[in-house]
């Protein structure tokens, strides 16, 4: 198999994608107690089918469930995790913003309650339905949180002493429950995964080193000791299996959370973090320049996140192709990729765009990066 035969490919992208009106729909009568869960199974696997068609349609080679059957990207896995508990009332309040104005979000909490483990493989249900139906030629792609996602919101306040009063034993645990996952979805026959992570995109920005200071955290190395633990998660991983990670700044109905270049984590997230890409936004100033990129070391991919998913406007393809000839000043432009910045829906309500503007946005990256890099 070819370098350009194997994920992340030219053409990529990060992994949720807009919900229709029919599942929001489903969703809101299950919640209300309308719908039964076989019902609104069965909402989800039409919606599913259909959207993997449209990946399809518009020549990805990547195809996800676009996390469908989440609500939130992260949370639905993490609660899953033995020993995490849903906490009422105790959440940090994150404050999103845009051009229009801001909006304070209560991200639903959690707590540490007892010791980290896996009793199950986590969406071994929803990963196995997209295999079945998936295209031959299509590489279905699992999206999950990264393990610095499990602590970075409350650190250690939101660790129960009395379970961990060494806190090196719940980054032992962490680290080995996600080992168990990772082998668990590859005996499915995951062969792409991803670990999408907020943690090592906000440590860029002072706001959020100083909230990482008030939690009682370092704020000058917690992104070393994140990458340590995903690497740790990824020991023993299989030559054949592909995993990638997407550094988020926030991605809330076309909002964002966090400001600053890679450059704070660039020399240890380049050179220390045994990923075999990496998914980057790139869609605006805020996002910095590509100088970190001079880190990245040989055989490793750069997915640039050039075209924004925040809003429905059509990126001009000069640009874009002129934005991947910068890029290629610091790293090689065979290493590079292009994906659109972040997710569609991060959470189920969505960015700011339609499925037919979600539609050209993905036909876009696909349409430049062929004549960039060939078919």
């Not at 990946?55 to 949370?75: I, N, P």
């Not at 988020?248 to 909002?255: D, V």
Request: with cysteine; net charge negative; glycine share 8%.
């Amino acid at each position: 198999m070819s370098a350009t035969d194997k994920p992340p490919f030219r053409a990529d992208h990060v992994g949720s994608l807009l919900r229709p009106a029919a599942l929001t729909e489903a969703r809101a009568e299950h919640r209300a107690g309308r719908l039964d869960a076989e019902g609104l199974r069965a909402v989800e696997d039409a919606a599913i089918i259909e959207v993997i068609e449209l990946q399809h349609a518009v020549g990805l080679r990547t195809v996800t469930d676009g996390e469908f059957r989440r609500s939130s990207w992260h949370m639905d896995f993490i609660y899953q995790l033995d020993g995490i508990t849903q906490v009422e009332g105790e959440s940090l309040h994150v404050q999103f913003k845009n051009e229009q104005g801001t909006y304070d979000y209560a991200p639903p909490a959690m707590r540490v309650a007892g010791r980290v483990g896996l009793s199950h493989t986590i969406f071994a249900d929803a990963f196995s339905f997209l295999r079945d139906h998936a295209r031959p030629e299509q590489t279905p792609k699992l999206t999950i949180p990264s393990p610095s996602m499990v602590h970075y919101r409350g650190g250690n306040a939101a660790i129960d002493p009395e379970v961990y009063p060494d806190i090196e034993d719940f980054w032992n645990d962490l680290a080995a429950a996600y080992r168990k996952q990772i082998e668990g979805v590859y005996a499915l026959g995951c062969r792409y995964l991803q670990l999408d992570d907020t943690s090592l995109a906000y440590v860029n920005d002072p706001a959020q080193r100083e909230h990482i200071e008030a939690i009682g955290g370092d704020p000058e190395h917690l992104h070393e000791l994140y990458i340590d633990v995903m690497n740790r998660a990824l020991e023993g991983k299989p030559e054949d299996l592909t995993v990638t990670t997407h550094l988020c700044r926030g991605n809330n109905q076309s909002m964002w959370a966090a400001e600053g270049g890679y450059d704070f984590v660039a020399e240890a997230l380049f050179g220390k973090l045994a990923v075999n890409g990496y998914f980057l936004e790139f869609d605006d100033a805020r996002s910095g320049g590509f100088e970190p990129l001079r880190f990245v070391p040989a055989g490793k991919r750069v997915v640039l996140g050039l075209v924004t998913t925040k809003h429905p406007e059509l990126e001009d393809k000069d640009m874009l192709k002129r934005r991947i000839e910068e890029a290629s000043r610091y790293v090689d432009i065979d290493q590079l990729c292009l994906s659109g910045q972040c997710g569609f829906s991060s959470t189920e309500e969505g960015n700011k765009l339609t499925i037919d503007e979600q539609k050209a946005k993905l036909e876009l990256i696909v349409e430049v990066a062929a004549e960039v890099w060939g078919q």
